[in-house]
């Protein structure tokens, strides 16, 4: 096969491909990198698979020309002599997946915005060609047989012979990793054929009760069992696994010197494989932490030269979230999900899971838990209580991962405060003051991190590591991140430093949205005015590089103080006449909070209720109150809007102008909207908890609310959901029958 692709014998340059699209435009390439996959040349190679995945399998999507490369794919998978097999079967397997998931999801698009059949296509291509699975399963090449396997139960729709080579290739298999795919391909073919369901979820069973099973193999059947048949969950099946999970043997302590970790503080043990592993690997941390290969799937992205830290960490933060460190770990977050609502005894597991002695389990429960907590409403105190004890002095992998969870869970991590302060002051006694900018990674983190969670909690303890950050400038935008949580009393050490970083920005730079966003919003929650004329520095700094965002933030900043930024009035008058939308609604904003003047704020700001900064002008129509009458009747037609925030706006703002007399109108608007948008719900009770008695038919929402398990609200936020619970609660207790007022 690599001879015919290499002189194209085999018909491949008789294909119309550049007739075929793909994501960035004719497939007229993908001859190429299939002739390159088969290269001596590794990077050649990589590039190929690069080019391919990138263009042709473009975030998983299957065109018309992913399709017409299948059939030399396989080919490819099927030569011994292709150098990367177990690469292209993985691609194989990962254009078929995908092309399974999305056949029935929904309807899909070719480049040229005509319908597309191409999942549906490949579907049946591989379908019809699954005996090469077959051949692949059997492979001598793991990586191979990987994909093998996991194409068995995707295209093989002889339910007999499925059943029969999965059953077979379970006790061929030498490998826990192996083994565990063949259990899970076994529940996935039960769930896709309804005639190997009997014989599949029988021999699962078996295997979940065979006291001869290694508990790892028995835990993947008990598991998969579930997965087939939910709603036949064993009473004791949680405390099955528990049992099984204790059973676990860790793997042994891996000698510290050889993982590049310092032989005086590390306890890491040595990496373990994933439940579905590639060929290839990422690269292993230098400091203490359970490595493990990337999915077979995954395309390991890297940030563009020269960009600001922010964004090179987020892609340092999507490597991490993609490790797999535990063979169990696939199993177990597929168990949680078959649990579901069950919350109680998910928080079992994972309290047998966070105290495993597998560092490896340990460390991918953090992610679970945080699943788990953000998820559902309730006392989550004895899971925050186990994350705590995961911040360990001599692993400061698992610890980042620990804090980074905390600093995630809002009020919720309250109970790991001490925990947290705990080993802020044990990082700063062991390894000194300027701990946050140490030369190891992993420590750097790992105190980082709990820095960061200590200072959402408003906890004084962060200062001294925040000021650290702004004086030596290492990762010191991770510091002005969390300054502003630590208010006012803070503020005297903070904002001289913000503020001289504030009047570093060069305003010309290209990223200077991100840099001087994060310092005016610390300053404003900081609440001290004498940010003001560093504020008001920025505006004109930004103005004048024509930098309509970055200065509308400022002014938004300044607007937070106002009547205390009035030196500031001179800056902000000239902008509220601006050409930039953006920027004039901010300035009006800030003119009024300034001068407090309705006569001149009122008509600026009901023409913008019709552009789309109306949101800001409608919340400051609100603040000003009943003198912005002259905006009502406009309000009250936006009451009528299609979309829900308009309707929402417009109505606190009226319920503030004209009271009680528009309950009427208000209060019906805002329940509709709350009930359509589920992340209008903190406006929306704000408002109500302002409205008084006139409230009232909001009581039994209000209940309904409170009655949900699963949390609700804006961009899945933890904090934001308490806060609905709160404002929730405290409506509830002011509306009830029996309470007199």
Known sequence: MINELAGGIDGIDGIDWTGMGHAYGPGGDIPRWLRDMASPDPEVRRRAFGDFYGAAHHQGDVYPCTVAALPYLLGLADDPATPDRAAVAALVLSIGREAAD????????????????????????????????????????PGVRHAGIEGVGLFLDDAGRAVALLRDRLTAEPGTEERLLVIRTMASLALRLPAARPAATAWLATLADDPGADPDIRLGALVHRARCAPQDLAPDAVASAITLLTRL????????????????????????????????APAVPAEPAPAAPARDDAVVVTPAQDVPPQIAAAFEDLDRRGRVHAPTTTLLRTFHTVLDDRVAERADLLAAQLGSPDPAIRYDAVAMARNLIGS????????????????????????????????????????????????????????????WASPRPQLRRAHQEAVMALARLGDMRALPSLLTALDDGTDAWRAVQVAGDLGPAAAGELVPRLTRRLD?????????????AALVGALAELGDPAAVPALARAVEAAVRNEK??????????????????????????????????????????????LARDPADAVPRLAALL?????????????????????????????????????????????????????????????????????????????????????????????EEELALRRRTGRFGSIAHDEEVQHLCRTLRDRLAPSNPA
């Open 102 to 141: 999305r056949d029935d999801d929904c309807i899909r698009f070719a480049p040229d915005g005509t319908e597309s059949t191409a999942p549906a296509d490949a579907l049946a291509l591989l379908r019809t060609r699954a005996d090469a699975f077959v051949r692949l399963a059997a492979d001598p090449d």
């Open 249 to 280: 043997t860790p793997p042994p302590q891996a000698p510290p010197t050889t993982r590049g970790c310092d032989p005086t503080t590390c306890a890491c043990a040595p990496a373990a494989p994933t439940e579905a592993a590639a060929p290839e």
């Open 376 to 435: 559902w409403r309730g006392d989550h105190t004895a899971l925050v209580t186990l994350l705590a004890r995961c911040l360990l002095p001599r692993d400061p992998y698992t610890t980042a991962a620990a804090a980074e969870c905390l600093g995630s869970l809002g009020p919720v991590a309250e109970p790991a405060r001490e925990a947290l302060a705990d080993c802020v002051a044990g990082h700063r006694a062991a390894h000194g003051p300027d701990v």
């Open 504 to 516: 570093a920005v060069d305003f010309s730079g290209e990223w200077t949205d991100m840099s001087a």
């Open 548 to 593: 309509w965002q970055p200065a509308a933030s400022a002014l938004e900043a300044l607007a937070s103080f106002g009547t205390a930024a009035a030196p500031a009035l001179d800056v902000v008058r000239p902008l509220a006449d601006a050409a930039d939308v953006d920027l004039r609604a901010a300035a009006t904003a800030a003119l009024w909070a």
């Open 610 to 702: 019709d552009g789309h900064r109306l949101r800001e002008a409608a919340g400051v129509l609100a603040r000003i109150g009943p003198p912005a009458a002259a905006a009502a009747p406009r309000l009250r037609e936006m009451l009528t809007a299609s979309y829900d925030w308009t309707r929402v706006h417009a109505a606190e703002a009226l319920w503030e102008i004209g009271g009680e007399a528009e309950a009427g109108a208000v209060v019906p608007v805002l329940l509709a909207a709350w009930a359509g948008n589920g992340a209008t719900s903190d406006h929306v009770l704000a408002c109500l908890s302002r409205m008084g008695p006139a409230a009232a038919p909001a009581l039994s929402r209000v």
